[in-house]
């Protein structure tokens, strides 16, 4: 299922615009007709643009045998003698070439036809289709087409030719002008909307019946979705700018990113040179500094190995000296061979029964504990004495 449209002048579509539509099945057979805004007409159906006979024109042109992307850049030229304006502001589509290298041009304004696009697309409408108001139009042989609406109407004279006119007088001149100058003057008219078929049929010479919309309408013979406006070429149009900023917002987010990574590798390199400063200053004569934090670390267990400083050295003796003993009272420490000295002030532990209950917590704790004056001499058990 698709919805047939018939637009109003382009210049005039907006998403409220009201226009006539039809719902066309696969058969091309009409099972509704309607009217509504373009913002309200019945979603989930693609849709086939008939253009207002104001907006195009459908012109003979002796096309050449040209590849299809040269046709294009070519078509403009072939029909600018005829037009009123630059071929430049023009979208132009040709049918296929006759015997003769004859095809019919289907020209409409390239700015219009864009924007009545582009409001459909906003509208949630996807369009597939677009052709020239006389084209929609069923051909018979020996009889024409006319269709009336709002004082304008079309005429198709042919299986892909026809011309608009304007409704003006009783019988438009127009009309007049193409049976007296055909070369096989149609036999009948029907004619699809107000009109009266004694004056038109006395005035034209032929048979005018009034008649009812078609139940059936006519294959697409002149599509005017080619070329830029093809749907995968339009669809990349409309798409250029969300593209182009998508675009320009990786470009600035890599840009940020590099930034930020230029800053921390000089922050990085900022605090290897500080360490590597602290490493010199705590290892005076170190030949080269490779990797400052590894050889600080090496350094310290040196250290820590130099000292004592393990299970049985000096912060195992000095940690369970502090669970039983009052540092207040004392004046200073120092370890030598597994052995922690530690002289009291005067008179810390100057009575047999402050020294009895300091050995007394001491053993507790697993260590030994003598006395020389005022002076406490501390191992482990099995240790120096």
Known sequence: MRLRIWLPPMSEIRADSRVEFEVINSDR?????????????????????????????????????????????????????????DAEDVHVVASERDPDGVAVAAVVDRASFAHTLDVFTQAGRSVVAATLNPLALPFKVDCWRVRIRDGFGSVCTGASFGVSIAIEEAVPVELQLLIAQAIAPPASTEVDGDCDVNVWSETLGVEVRQVSPDTRVPEITIDLLQYQFAPGVADWKRLRTPVALAILLFVVALGGLNLHAWKLLGEEKALRASMAAIVADAIPGVPAILDPLAQMQQRVSSLRAGAGIHSGGFLALAGAFAGVADFDSVQSMEFTDGTLRVLFLPGAVNTDGKRSRLAAKVAAAGLTLRFSGDEAILSQKGGAS
Not at 32 to 41: Q, R, T, V
Not at 48 to 73: C, F, I, Q, W, Y
């Open 29 to 85: 057979h009409v099972n509704h007709l309607g009217e509504s805004a373009i913002s309200g007409l019945p979603k989930g159906m693609p849709c086939e643009l008939v253009v207002h006979g104001r907006d195009g024109v459908l012109l003979d042109v002796r096309t050449p045998n040209l590849a299809r992307s040269k046709l294009a850049a070519a078509l403009p030229g072939l029909v600018e003698e005829r037009l009123a304006g």
